[in-house]
């Protein structure tokens, strides 16, 4: 498999130790440069706001006390594509963000590379536009 995310940046946010190792890990072997990866929202804002921009996030629906809707919000305002990631079914989600790509719990690297591929590309013409 040829690297897919070369020189996109992606915004990791997962509360799970091991699930966002394995997501860091996803995104480097297809090329990708990891922002993050952060276990709350409001470490992830933090980043953005400082203006470590990604090109692509992906966020944990569940963060544990909190849900990742207000990050994905923020993304969406700054034209930046998210893939939201759930142990449950697309439906189960709030009507507001069922457009969302999304990725089913447990995951391997195929289907990461599946949800963020797309969206990198098409990110890449908005990243290039954000940096000059």
Excluded: H, W
Aim: aromatic share 6%; net charge negative.
């Amino acid at each position: 498999m040829s690297p897919s995310l070369s020189g996109r940046n992606v915004l990791i946010v997962e509360d799970e130790y091991l699930l966002a190792s394995a997501l860091q890990e996803a995104v480097e072997l297809l090329g990708g440069r990891v922002v993050g990866p952060f276990a709350r929202v409001q470490q992830a804002m933090q980043s953005i706001q400082s203006g470590d921009m990604p090109d692509v996030g992906l966020l944990d629906v569940n963060l544990g006390s909190e849900y990742s809707y207000p990050l994905a919000d923020a993304l969406a305002e700054r034209g930046i594509p998210t893939v939201l990631i759930t142990g449950y079914d697309p439906d189960a989600l709030p009507e507001a963000y069922r457009s969302l790509s999304y990725l089913r719990k447990p995951f391997d690297l195929a289907s990461v590379s599946s949800a963020l591929e797309g969206l990198a590309f098409a990110a890449q013409g908005q990243s290039d536009t954000r940096r000059n």
